[in-house]
């Protein structure tokens, strides 16, 4: 009998540890801050660690302000089926990302687990006014079966980002630097057309006659932004000295008045005869 209680006491101690060991994980999981702090608490311990020369070398790398922060280590690439706790490090498309709690299977790019630590040192990026993705290094830059690329210049947001002059000069010193491509292969677009309104510019100077002599204008009860025959003028300039040539979106946006036209502006900029597409 007495081997009997031993037994159903030994089990019973089993089941109960396997259960306040169970809830202690689901209550630590639930309490993200709590791993963080341990998390901290660990790289803490692990600095206090470090030997004298090693505290030196970094307070050396941060320009002699002190021991901390530490140079962060080298970012893995992220994992699905991996587990992070808070302050791991991992890198997700050419970008370093730090985890502030526990997770898995959360991709960095689309959780609010995941602090974005900026660009990977050395990854090219994209002009500011476009969406800031590192350049993937492995697609071939230029081949023999490459006639030209159009550069779509524009739509580098709403208001007055949409396709100032500097955006269409830095798209194309980006492709022509960062990407390696031969500048006669680089054709600039410019819009014939509106932000945030998306209407059309020769439908703007139905309205308001002047606007050629302008980027933006109030229309409809908003400020719209475009370009008027200056900026293509020098859009155009800038493409026919740097770049291989220039495009546009779309000819049916533009003004009919060929005083006005912004197509009639890049010929007479590019030297070309007068334009009659029509």
């Known amino acids: 009998m007495r081997r009997i209680q031993k037994m159903a006491y030994a089990l019973g101690g089993f089941v109960l540890g396997v259960l306040f060991t169970s809830a ?7 309490r993200p801050d709590y791993i963080s702090a341990a998390s901290a608490e660990k790289s803490e311990r692990e600095i206090n660690a470090m030997t004298s020369e090693e505290k030196t070398t970094a307070s050396e790398d941060n320009g002699g302000q002190g021991e901390d922060p530490v140079p962060l280590p080298a ?10 706790i808070g302050g791991d490090t991992v890198s997700f498309q050419g970008r370093r990302y730090r985890a502030k709690w526990w997770t898995q299977g959360e991709q960095p790019d689309s959780s609010d687990v995941w602090e974005d630590l900026g660009i990977l040192e050395g990854e090219p990026t994209q002009p500011e006014g476009v969406d800031n993705r590192p350049v993937d290094a492995s697609v071939p830059q230029d ?12 739509d580098g947001g709403d208001g007055e980002r949409h396709s100032q002059y500097q955006f269409a000069v830095n798209c194309g010193t980006y492709w022509k630097e960062t990407r390696g491509l031969p500048a006669h292969k680089i054709v600039l677009g410019v819009p014939f057309y509106a932000r945030p309104s998306w209407e059309g510019y020769g439908t703007i100077l139905e309205s308001i006659p002047d606007a050629c002599d302008k980027d933006h204008v109030a229309y409809n009860g908003m400020e719209v932004y475009y370009n008027g025959v200056s900026t293509i003028t020098e859009k155009t300039l800038y493409a026919k000295e740097n770049l291989g040539g220039i495009m546009i979106w779309e000819l049916t946006q533009d003004s009919m008045d060929n005083d006005k036209s912004l197509l009639q502006a890049i010929g007479k900029a590019a030297d070309l005869s007068e334009i009659n597409p029509r």
């Open 24 to 30: 202690v994980w689901l209550w630590a999981e639930s």
């Open 75 to 84: 970012a893995d690439s992220w994992a699905a089926a991996a587990v992070y």
């Open 143 to 154: 081949t023999e079966l490459t006639d030209f690329i159009n550069i779509m210049a524009y």
